[in-house]
């Protein structure tokens, strides 16, 4: 088999088996397999592929006609630029979430966020993969170091929590390659966290139960259920962790939720009647609400 008539024949496999991005999604796997980058194919489509290679092809896409997500069958997933090990442990990292961290470094940026004695420490809550807190610290270190106005005393701290140990193995395993300084603790919210923080990010379950059953197949047979469902209006991680945040965050502190597209009122509305200020609301790239922050005063 060619690499053209594999490219050609994963695609009709996934195609017919009802799978979006069937074209897509088979270029990838064989360019998994294989390591043959898209110029190199061009270069030469008829270049035979070793009959191991043409085995795992087929494996993989026998597989993903399976709706196993693309991502459990190569292990990785890019986010905001850099690569992440995901596996059915934690939620695949998506793009619309990457609103939430360029909200959280904006607020960085702007010099908006307490850092009493020099330190800036930052919480993510249900961190999964710990694609979002990562990302944070890395982008935000590299600003300080390359903004000669920045406080160069500035340390900035990151601590990850989750409920699932599963999870945090995961979230490890990133931080070893890309931020081993990051700190992770297994707990249920904040039931084990220590201290306050500068700003506290989540992206929490937040689809209503009896939404579950009609998410795409790669979501609800393959992602977390625990990192899913919010229960039955889809609310209770946020009202749990907008009344528990409080005593850990400054004075000042920022609490910044990824939210889905229509519970901006609803969220925004729990964090006034807690207190919170300066509330905002932040659409992704698709227009759609998906970000709110607020202010601790």
């Known amino acids: 088999m060619t ?17 979006e991005d069937a074209q897509l999604d088979a270029w990838y796997l064989l360019e998994y397999v294989t390591g ?58 998506r793009q619309d979430t990457e609103t939430l961290v360029e909200h959280a470094l904006e607020y960085l940026e702007k010099g908006k966020v307490p850092a009493p ?12 993969s710990g ?18 106005h920045c406080n160069r005393k500035l340390r900035i701290e990151g601590t990850g929590a989750d409920v699932s140990e599963e999870a945090l193995q995961v979230a490890r395993t990133n931080a070893q390659k890309l931020y081993p300084e990051a700190g992770f603790i297994q707990s249920d919210l904040f039931g084990n966290v220590p201290g ?8 929490p379950p937040y689809i209503r139960t009896e939404e579950i059953s009609r998410l795409q197949d790669e979501v609800r047979f393959h992602d977390p259920v625990l990192a899913l469902d919010g229960r039955e209006d ?32 609803d969220v925004s509305e729990l964090l006034r009647k807690a207190g919170y200020t300066e509330i905002t609301v932040k659409k992704d790239l698709a227009g759609l609400d998906r970000v709110v922050s607020a ?3």
């Open 3 to 19: 690499l053209r008539e594999a490219c050609i024949w994963g695609q009709e496999q996934l195609a017919a088996k009802g799978v």
């Open 36 to 93: 043959v980058s898209r110029a190199s194919y061009y270069a030469d489509p008829g270049r035979k592929i070793a009959e191991k290679q043409e085995e795992d092809y087929r494996t993989l896409i026998r597989k993903r006609g399976e709706h196993i997500p693309l991502q459990h069958l190569t292990g990785s997933q890019e986010f905001m630029g850099l690569e992440f090990q995901v596996n059915e442990h934690v939620l695949i990292p």
């Open 117 to 128: 004695e020099n330190s800036l420490r930052i919480l993510d809550m249900c961190t999964g």
């Open 131 to 148: 694609c979002i807190l990562l990302s944070v610290l890395i982008y935000a270190e590299r600003y300080i170091r390359k903004n000669r």
């Open 196 to 203: 306050r923080y500068s700003v506290i990010l989540s992206n």
């Open 234 to 265: 889809g609310l209770y991680f946020y009202r749990r962790i907008v009344s528990e945040a409080q005593p850990h965050l400054e004075q000042g502190g920022i609490l910044i939720f990824e939210i889905g597209y229509d519970q901006a009122k």
């Open 295 to 297: 202010v601790l005063q």
